[in-house]
């Protein structure tokens, strides 16, 4: 048979149609399939869904990147602990044994332990905590010798005003008094008043330290010291002495309650070993050229001549100035004999 006519009047050679013949039984490579029954179900469950067509399991969306913003917080306070460590290793020890500041009681004094919890437990006690210079050398109308038994009676003065047992329970300080110039009239003033009718200015605690028996008592032997004695020239020749010492009292009630607080006295004195050619003194004596002192825990108010620890329900009414810390040896005296002045403690 000769070629085959196409419709349109082509023709078509024996190859093309051996070709179609054989496409025709076999099927081509790119003609459409009958989809499956299960292919048809399925198709028909997506078009009645027509919510799950975008954000399918096929399309998800893209993962945003994660915040690292807690890396940052979790490094900051990891930093932050590494520093208060480095900087305060005592609260970190406080803080894991429950010992310190977290636990009051175990700061508080006792009968047994009055120093408890103060600096002052580390200070000497009694004269041995008022230094001396080293080396005595003359000065003014004084040898050398002189000024070091100068500086020895200014530290007795220091001892009998203010550690002496009888004038600590409200005796009258004779041992001390016999130091003084008995001509220098300001003073001898002071000493025939302050004792009979205390005030602002003639207070016996301007000069001595005392407690009154009826209300409060010492605790033991012990009273704690810290401070110097310190020299030189002073007026028309003299020797001039400065004594800066500050003295811990452990006191109790006298009522009997176990409570025990610690009366602070920081006391500055300026004494003046005169001349006898040049002033009118007695050997052995000097005149007293200033005197201040600071309290904690000593009183506030009216002078009545005595230290008055704040017991019990006083004890919270006892300062309601500005804060002090008893213990700063290096600030000067805010106060010169003015019992208003109280300021509230930070330690004692």
């Keep these: 048979m000769g070629a085959g006519t196409e419709p349109d009047g082509s023709s078509r050679s024996d190859e093309e149609w051996e070709r179609f013949l054989r496409e025709s039984v076999a099927g081509t490579a790119d003609a459409p399939k009958e989809p499956s029954a299960r292919a048809r179900e399925v198709a028909g469950r997506l078009r009645a869904e027509p919510h799950r067509g975008r954000d399918g399991w096929r399309n998800l969306p893209p993962e945003r990147p994660r915040r690292r913003v807690g890396r940052y917080v979790v490094g900051l306070l990891a930093l932050s602990a590494l520093l208060f460590v480095a900087l305060a290793p005592g609260r970190v020890v406080h803080l894991v044994t429950g010992s310190g500041s977290s636990r009051p009681d175990a700061q508080r004094p006792t009968a047994q332990d009055p120093f408890r919890g103060s600096p002052a437990a580390t200070w000497a006690s ?51 008094i016999a130091l003084i110039n008995p001509h220098q009239k300001d003073v001898q003033h002071l000493l025939r008043t302050a004792f009979r009718t205390p005030d602002e200015k003639n207070d016996p605690l301007l000069l001595f330290s005392r407690f009154q028996p009826a209300r409060a008592h010492l605790v033991g032997d012990v009273v704690k010291t810290r401070g110097a004695l310190t020299y030189r020239e002073g007026e028309r020749g003299a020797l001039q002495v400065t004594a800066d010492v500050t003295f811990v009292y452990p006191v109790a009630p006298t009522n009997g309650d176990d409570e025990v607080l ?9 004494l003046s070993w005169d001349d006898p050619d040049k002033v009118i003194t007695e050997p052995g004596t000097f005149s007293i050229t200033s005197y201040k002192y600071v309290t904690t825990n000593g009183g506030c108010g009216t002078p009545t001549g005595y230290l008055v620890p704040p017991f019990g329900p006083d004890r919270h009414a006892d300062g309601s100035g500005e804060e002090v810390d ?8 805010g106060r010169g004999g003015s019992p208003d002045e109280c300021g509230r403690a930070t330690r004692s």
């Design 126 to 176: 009694g004269a041995a905590g008022i230094a001396m210079p080293k080396q005595a050398t003359a000065v003014g109308w004084m040898s050398a010798a002189e000024v070091e038994r100068a500086l020895t009676r200014s530290r007795d003065f220091l001892v009998a005003s203010s550690l002496d047992r009888g004038v600590l329970r409200g005796e009258r300080p004779e041992k001390a």
């Design 262 to 270: 610690r009366t602070i006295v920081r006391r500055e004195l300026v």
């Design 326 to 333: 008893p213990y700063d040896r290096d600030t000067p005296f």
